[in-house]
């Protein structure tokens, strides 16, 4: 009998829990509370946020889906901040009981994310959000049951800005102070984000840099990592005209704080897989790329830290492989450009007349046909090292043709304040047959043995002394 009773008082009090549920369920989808919700919300938050925040709806969608509508934030200043027009999200519940956070989907469609600040040393527009939602509690609180898990991130016709008001914009050069990303599309899945590790998988990401031209096409991979090391899979990248694979990407680190120090803490490797790059596609962060519009075949290796890097491979080929580099480099301080420093051994560099002009189109802002001189050349091949700074290199080696072989060993410097290119240095030749070079039948082959001293400006003509 007591068994009896007590079945029937569960049946009574989980009927009454579902049918409160449910009838809340029911009434969160009528319109006119739809609306009061919305309302209420918006007021809350804008009252935690001291900014105006309007939302269009709140649908509380059947046991475990919220919908939100046409949200809009605006900055301190009274200007748009944040615009979303629709973001969903589904969560799983059971997971809740183990401590877990499991939410099956997110869907984030049509935002517009405006970021700015007056100078490189005043605060953000954003930053009444991150000071408004930071924790008052003085006691730091143990993280270790941080456990998140999200199935899938969906994002459409996504739109990002910052600009940095007081700068320049550099149109048609990637600048950080200035940027515009549109047409952001992103298919993410968070397996798991823990307080020392994570593990998220990007299917695919795409967006348009409109203030430099960069276009990301496609960009793919799977991250794991924890507080020791982090490994990057299946990484590719696609640009209008480039296709780029890797194998495996490895890093590793004492502790995740050196990341902050990553130029000389944070230890890498990658290898290429066969890849065709265009060169041009990257040319907004390297203008000087902007005439190379023909593919070329990538390998290359790379390990060490970013500021003692080791290239134990590099071949670059194009033209059916009739243009060919292959050597190996190594750089320091590559963190600080000016100061840095590279050593290269130049084992192959071999062109036949047809890839020259390959390298003369792709080199040249305007190709008026490979110069005769060239490709008088004939085939033509280099062995030899470079090392010093960018900005003051030394070169030697040999340089063979179908005319003869050249010996070098000469300085090379630049200076982009002044507009100059020097060198100096030797050159050295014997039997070179300098009338067909120069398409003289007069003269015939030449040995020498000179000391060269040439100076290029901006806009002037070369001046180049020479003596025996």
Not at 112 to 139: C, G
Not at 245 to 269: C, E, P, R, W
Not at 333 to 339: G, V
Request: hydrophobic share 40%.
């Amino acid at each position: 009998m007591h068994i009896r009773t007590l079945k029937r008082t569960v049946r009574w009090i989980v009927g009454i829990i579902l049918g409160v549920y449910i009838g809340a369920i029911i009434l969160l989808n009528i319109p006119s509370i739809q609306q009061a919700l919305s309302v209420f919300v918006a007021d809350e938050l804008s009252q935690v946020l001291n900014s105006k925040l309007t939302i269009g709806r709140i649908n509380i969608g059947f046991l475990n889906r919220i919908i939100i509508d046409d949200v809009l934030l605006d900055d301190q200043s009274g200007k748009e901040m944040l615009k979303v027009t629709r973001l969903s999200a589904k969560f799983d519940f059971i997971p809740l009981f183990k401590g877990k956070v499991s939410i099956s989907n997110v869907q984030l469609f049509g935002f517009n994310i405006s970021l700015n600040k007056q100078t490189p040393d005043s605060p953000p527009n954003f930053k009444f959000v991150l000071d408004a939602f930071a924790s008052k509690d003085t006691i730091k609180k143990d993280e270790s049951d941080l456990d998140l898990r999200i199935n899938s991130v969906l994002i459409r016709r996504g739109r990002l800005s910052y600009h940095v008001l007081s700068e320049k914009e550099t149109p048609g050069k990637f600048n950080a102070k200035h940027i515009l990303m549109q047409n952001i599309i992103a298919n993410l899945s968070l397996k798991a984000l823990q307080k020392d590790s994570v593990n998220i998988a990007i299917k695919r990401l795409s967006a348009d840099e409109k203030m430099s031209g960069f276009s990301l096409k496609k960009l793919s991979l799977k991250l794991l990592a924890n507080d020791r090391q982090m490994k990057i899979e299946n990484f590719a990248i696609e640009l209008p005209e480039t296709s780029l694979k890797m194998d495996t990407i490895h890093l590793k680190y004492d502790s995740l704080g050196a990341f902050n120090n990553f130029a000389d803490q944070v230890h890498f490797s990658f290898h290429t897989l066969p890849s065709q790059i265009t060169l041009k596609d990257i040319a907004p962060f390297v203008p000087a790329l902007s005439h190379f519009k023909e593919p070329i075949t990538l390998d290359i290796k790379v390990e060490g830290t970013l500021n003692q890097l080791s290239c134990p491979r590099l071949e670059i080929t194009a033209e059916d492989q009739q243009f060919r580099l292959r050597g190996d480099a190594t750089f320091q301080d590559l963190s600080h450009p000016e100061d840095a420093y590279i050593y290269g051994n130049l084992s192959e560099f071999s062109a036949n007349s047809r890839s020259v002009g390959f390298l003369v189109r792709n080199i040249s802002s305007n190709y008026n046909g490979v110069p005769p001189m060239l490709l008088r050349l004939g085939d033509i091949a280099f062995k030899g090292e470079i090392s010093g700074y960018f900005a003051d290199l030394v070169t030697y080696g040999q340089l063979r043709t179908s005319l003869g072989t050249v010996n070098t060993d000469l300085k090379l410097t630049s200076n982009k304040q002044k507009g100059l290119f020097a060198y100096s240095g030797g050159v050295e030749t014997e039997s070179f047959q300098l009338g067909k070079l120069l398409g003289n039948d007069l003269l015939g082959e030449i040995t020498l043995n000179l000391d060269v001293n040439g100076k290029h400006y901006n806009n002037q003509r070369p001046i180049v002394e020479l003596k025996d």
